[in-house]
């Protein structure tokens, strides 16, 4: 009954001018799960970010995506370089994004800031050298 | 008013344009991504003059009603067959975001 849909991409760290790609996909399935289109911007714009993130700081990585009844919960884990202080990282404005990217849009420092403003709950675990997981959840009642 | 209707008003070229029915509500204007996806509104008219192929994906997330590449910027052709394909209207005009969104003033939104 409480049986969980889950969904799992691996998220390429080469190439970010098609990044978006598991979001995108992600926001196609909420829709066809009948979730109010709202509740599903806001997943997947969080989503989005985190995804974003793992292809430009940490050179991919994997997301998980379970829709339980009362909520969503993603899961993005990277082996990147973890992020050394967590609460500096969640300021906005603060980025250490590369010019190349920056070139392209990216680096205003405000993705994290976003990711936790979109969702119910978000939780950072880093380690500096072996990767980041993130784990946001977004109520659906 | 609709994609289609305000393209027609403002003169604007269209790039890709396969939802032409969809309604506009609200203007954003902005070139830095995760303030687009923090702060423009679904249904928005997105003024911007980043033209690589990631706006399609924050168009698509965000919602917005179409992309108006401002200042004359025209964008690489995948970022047109893909604006398609994704159901992502793009605009262009050689005039500057102001004078976009000025124009946009003057039809109400
Ligand atoms: N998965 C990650 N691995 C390593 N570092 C990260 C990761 N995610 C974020 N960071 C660090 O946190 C900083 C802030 O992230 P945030 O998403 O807020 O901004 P940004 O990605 O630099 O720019 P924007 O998201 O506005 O395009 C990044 O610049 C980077 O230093
Ligand atoms: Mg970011």
Known sequence: MNEAVRFHFVVDGEDFTSAGQASVQVKKNLRRLGIPPEIIRKISIAMYEGEINMVIHANGGEAEVLVYEDRVEMILTDRGPGIANIEDAMKEGYSTAPDNVRSLGFGAGMGLPNMKRYTDGMKIESVVGEGTTITMTVNLT | ?109
Request: aromatic fraction near 4%.
């Open chain 2, 1 to 109: 008013m609709t994609v289609q209707q305000l393209a027609a008003e403002l003169s604007l070229v269209s790039l890709a344009l396969p939802d032409p029915q969809r309604e506009v509500e609200g203007v954003y204007i902005g070139d830095l991504l995760s303030w687009v996806m923090g702060r423009a509104q679904s249904g928005n008219a997105w003024i911007t003059i980043m033209s690589n192929l990631n706006i399609v994906a924050v168009a698509t997330l965000a919602d917005v009603s179409c992309i108006i590449l401002a200042e004359g910027v025209t964008p690489d052709e995948q970022v047109k067959e893909t604006a398609a394909s994704k159901d992502i209207n793009i605009l262009a005009t050689d005039m500057t975001a102001y004078q976009v969104a000025s124009a946009l003033s003057g039809l109400g939104l």
